[in-house]
């Protein structure tokens, strides 16, 4: 029976700021990266967000970010490596500590925004990303854009890496996600974006930009839960593949 | 025979700031505590001063603060109960993952500056502070004022603790550091300084600013490592003790 | 004509961020204190604030609080009298960009959360603020907890300070507001607290707790615009007002 | 009879930390950029260095910098022309409230680090700095790079530009400088670099890296405070160039 984890972004809130419906979109994935503090949340928030998470039975992975709280991390920053690779571990750390005193695992990494973005493009600073995680804990899964260097940086560091996949975006021939700023990038369409998350993972296909189709792997299926409309899609999305008797699991057990 | 261990804040440096003389101190003391990035220091500073640590052999505490970069973590501040634990935590694990990737394990923790002195007087603040020790790890020793609520509220929940003394700093009847305001509360004259920690450490008695003598005990003796003179005073703390036969340990050795 | 001055808290919003409903609260009140960046908002809310209060009409004053963006700015810090000074003239300053920047001039002065109560009770730090907005602008209008110490250090300092008063709080027989833990502190029913409003502004009186009148001078209301019913309240209180031939104008009106 | 500026970054201490050695290079500059809170500062430290430039005689600009206290603004980051406008409206309003406070007039705005490298390069994020500058105060004088988009930018929007050049760095023939990863892009030759600036300043011309002379234009020189050694060399400059006959002047008295 084919399988395909469900992630989201958890735990975004800080201090007096609310973000994102934590408690809707929990039932709805099986992996949950938890913000560290650095790009969003806060000691207290992540104490929280690692319970809920726990009571609803979802993994829970770091999800570190750069340390631009102003600008959610989601601002390119030139970092060195020997500054992305302590960034990792500090959040790691942190984050970890909230496992620890709920008596749970941490089970992937995934990086968040422009540090996502920029180690899909950048292989020095993915493989100094890689380096922390390793650093800290050689059984972590990191969760990384399926076909970019963060993923082939922890493949060549011996790290177990899960490719992502997105419902709403087109591809490219080569693999890579089509630039937000082409027309046609976004998949608009939710019946066809659905249609194309099922077949990303009972078929390992995926037509691109072009017409062409082309393998995919689609180990992870990320998702949001910014808004009511948000966690209806997803929703849909579990539905879709549940129906064609896909499991829904988390990374571990992929 | 005699031991005590000595202690020094390490790792206090940020970004492009400099502070402190760390390579100097690390040979005089036994205990490091180090910063966890919320009064001071950052992940490239925590990551080199655990290094320098290893190097030295000396054992590697967590030296949290309030989250106040631009006090260095100084001034008082109320927080609450849940946000105490969960500061601990965090910054616990940050320190953590640090060691972790150098193989070492941390031995204790002492809070700081405006945490350490709230919680020497308050009850409540200790506990959430010590909560959050135990929650990460109980076998952590807790280095605290001798005779204060930090001390009373580690033992109450189990953990282990170690009382400080300080050679600069005259006592009251009962116990209590006498109060920086008042008059004779520092000890100016090195000589006698180094005379009362001896005898504290070795007689366990401290003679109070009214005269009267007290039992006090060492477990701990805080230097500071801030100049070139600052270091050759705990370098007389250290020849005068292990003249007198005292073993210098670290805390986990007392 | 009695005359009354509507304040609200505005802008304190922060980058990914939103909080409260400034569109909406801007055509009820005649005030907005804008945050400015220390315990709330950064430069682009702020830019935005300033703007859209101009659109509206509303005359704009600085809301400066502590350096606590994780706390709010509702904990309790302990900051000189030098920093209290100088973190007053720092965000002035800074709020003053933008306001410059659109043609407008800044009308008052109201400390935020724990710097406000904090202020209201402790004349040495009310006296320091008052000199950072005097060293400012002496011609600045400082808004104040009605006969609280940021009042009288204001007045002393020879600034124009205008006394706020709380629709929904209780006083004591001294003029200040009962403690909030003690019961009966909050008026809960909307129709008691807007008549315990159009009297303190049409007749100079209150009931305090323990039955007896006292006279009280309510130089503005603060307002709340924090969802949508908190929204309705406000509004109820300006049409009380108005329907009682209470002219509703900002503070350099009165 | 010539004239030159002298300009040299100050107040860049935060909180318990100290840099630079400001009293001392003070006596040898005409103008100095006082950091304003983001890459660097805080209000108390701002305060202490208007009033210390004020009791020099030396005329103050701002030096806004990117929101990065942990890269000491030196690392490139992406922001809006929005974002950019806004930081500089603030750090501009932040540090002239300190001015205002000691009855003096901001003289120059001068970008710093990275913030000051890319708009020297790009032409977008330098007009957006440019239209802050020109929102808060269009007689401020921009301060950058000799030949760079700043200047062009600057110039574009009728601000007054003066270029800045380097003692120890080579030039392009384009009058850009040397890359300095490329060999000889240091002119580490103390008399070397000292002659240099006073054939820049006394003949408006520069021998460039490939041996040609080009014509070069030098408002200001721009010089560190960083160490001991670092103070000896701008006296040296200094020396020489009033030895040529060449007045050192503050930027508005070019």
Redesign the interface.
Known sequence: MPKVDLNSDLG?S??????GMDDRILPVISSANVAC?FH?S???V??KTVALAKQSGVAVGAHPGY??????G??????SA??A???I??????????L??QGMRMQHVKPHGAFYNMAGKDYALAKAICEGIK???PSLIVLALSGGELLHAAEDLGLRAVPEVFADRAYEEDGSLVNRSKPGAMITDEDEAIARVVRMVTEGKVQTITGKDIPITAGSIGVHGDGEKAVLFPTRIREALTGRGVDIVPLSEL
Chains 1, 2, 3, 4 share one sequence.
């Open positions: 975004e800080f201090g007096r700021y609310t973000l503090g969003a806060d000691p207290v992540m104490a340390p631009d709280l102003m600008g959610f989601r601002r390119n920053m030139v970092v020997e500054e690779k302590d960034y571990l500090y959040q790691l750390g942190a984050l970890d500590a909230f620890r005193a650093a800290y804990d």
